[in-house]
């Protein structure tokens, strides 16, 4: 590495102009390749395309996907009474996007059990989301 400093001192013009060349040479490729992300979901003509076809199409409600928000309460708990409104309003307005079916809320009686020493979770609470799968051919919208 020490050959590789000396080298780069002896030469700094030449050092600075690489990397010039090459800063303009990534902005280039970026602005090439364009910002048009896309989170396409496709499975043509697999056996998963194929079990997820025939789950929308005739068991829809079990053919969605699921997820999780986990909370966690940087001061006191997630039960407080403020942060348990806050929990609250902000899976209302989950319960409200496009494609989710269900939420299930930390606070009601399909909450999981406490440790009964402590009264805490043994893991970090959350929220389950679920809604329809996306299809093969359609774009997600998350």
Do not use: E, K, N
């Amino acid at each position: 590495m020490g050959a590789l400093g000396r080298w780069c001192v002896r030469h700094r013009t030449l050092v600075v102009l690489v990397w010039l060349v090459a800063l303009i040479g990534f902005a280039a490729a970026d602005q090439l390749a364009g910002s048009r992300y896309t989170t396409q979901f496709q499975l043509p003509d697999t056996p998963s395309a194929a079990a997820l076809t025939l789950l929308q199409r005739d068991f829809p409600a079990a053919s969605g996907d699921t997820d999780q928000i986990v909370l966690h309460a940087t001061t006191g708990t997630v039960r407080d009474p403020a942060i348990q409104t806050a929990v609250t309003a902000m899976l209302a307005r989950v319960s409200r996007l496009p494609h989710v079916q269900a939420v299930t809320s930390p606070y009601g009686r399909a909450a999981p059990p406490r440790s009964a020493g402590t009264g805490r979770w043994p893991l970090p609470q959350s929220a389950s989301i679920s809604g329809p799968s996306r299809s093969p051919s359609r774009p997600s919208s998350r």
